[in-house]
């Protein structure tokens, strides 16, 4: 009997794998943080945040809906090719149903508009790249780059041309500059800033909702672009004050152990893992011996 093909055999690492900042980045407990900034960065747009307001019940399906966008956004870093189609295959399906109406002119607008899903891509990218980089996680100009490349295969998977999404973060960066003028924080997005920093939980969370959440929402807030504090009208402490917060919180999080926070449902990683091979867990050590051997070949290059 022919022995099986390797081809056949290989497991699938979908579409990044471990080689990628995707894989090594999303695997840091710092993204629950930038998740939040991310939160906040996406209500400034008014008509992205009228969509999620009038289309879902965040408020008293918060954790729900918390939970599952993280499971998305694992499922399409950390899954199967099949698992990633089908993942966004549902958000597409779901956002082809529905429809706002703008809070400035009425007019009836469908969620899935390239703009709207453009901007919802873009702040999350910049949010997982920010803050990860900013609270000391060991990203290159390089890599950051790649990473804003590697992110264009999430832009399809929720309905977006990857050609006409930014591919640097130069042309990020030159992305917010043109949408600038057409943010606000109305009252949809002050209802976000308010639920966000006090979001409902049973009695018995209470106490630990005002230890940790109101932490991690206030770090987030703080870690947005001046701009958009100007906008919500609430002051923040200097950058690098910020930074030295962020840094302590990375170091804080990283410190519980991997294994215990990839047990935190969708468990996405530990099943990646498994199915690639213990030497692919996320680890920051894995980017920083990548740009390490990037930067020993260019300057042998250079000689």
Not at 205 to 212: G, S, V
Not at 220 to 239: I, M, N, T
Not at 259 to 265: A, D, E, H, Y
Request: proline share 9%; aromatic share 8%.
């Amino acid at each position: 009997m022919p022995e099986p093909s390797p081809l056949l055999t290989a497991p699938d690492p979908g579409y990044f794998g471990p080689q990628s900042v995707t894989w090594q980045m999303h695997g840091d407990p710092i993204m629950w943080v930038a998740g939040v900034r991310a939160l906040y960065l996406q209500a400034l747009h008014p008509r992205a945040v009228r969509g999620v307001v009038q289309n879902s019940d965040f408020r008293k399906d918060t954790w729900g809906r918390l939970l599952r966008t993280a499971r998305f956004v694992a499922t399409i870093s950390y899954g199967t090719k099949d698992e990633a189609e089908r993942a966004g295959a549902r958000v597409r399906r779901i956002h082809g149903f529905l429809k706002g109406d703008d809070p400035v002119t009425g007019e009836r607008f469908r969620i899935d508009d390239p703009a709207l899903l453009l901007w919802v891509h873009c702040a999350e990218v910049d949010s997982y790249l920010h803050v990860a980089r900013r609270s000391g996680y060991p990203v290159s100009d390089a890599q950051a780059d790649r990473y804003v490349v590697e992110q264009r295969a999430a832009a399809r998977l929720i309905g977006l041309d990857p050609a006409g999404v930014p591919a640097s973060t130069a042309q990020l960066a030159a992305y917010f500059a043109d949408v600038r003028p057409e943010l606000a924080a109305g009252a949809d997005a002050r209802d976000v800033d308010a639920f966000l920093r006090r979001p409902p939980v049973p009695r018995l969370l209470a106490p630990a909702r005002a230890l940790l959440w109101r932490r991690v929402a206030r770090l987030a807030y703080d870690a947005l672009p001046p701009y958009a504090h100007e906008l919500y009208g609430r002051p923040a402490p200097g950058p690098d004050e910020v930074t030295r917060r962020l840094v302590r919180a990375g170091r804080l999080l990283r410190l519980i152990p991997a294994t215990v926070r990839w047990q935190l449902p969708p468990k996405h990683i530990l099943r990646a893992v498994a199915r690639m091979g213990a030497g692919t867990r996320p680890s920051p050590y894995t980017l920083r011996r990548q740009a390490a051997i990037l930067e020993a070949a260019g300057e042998g290059a250079a000689q």
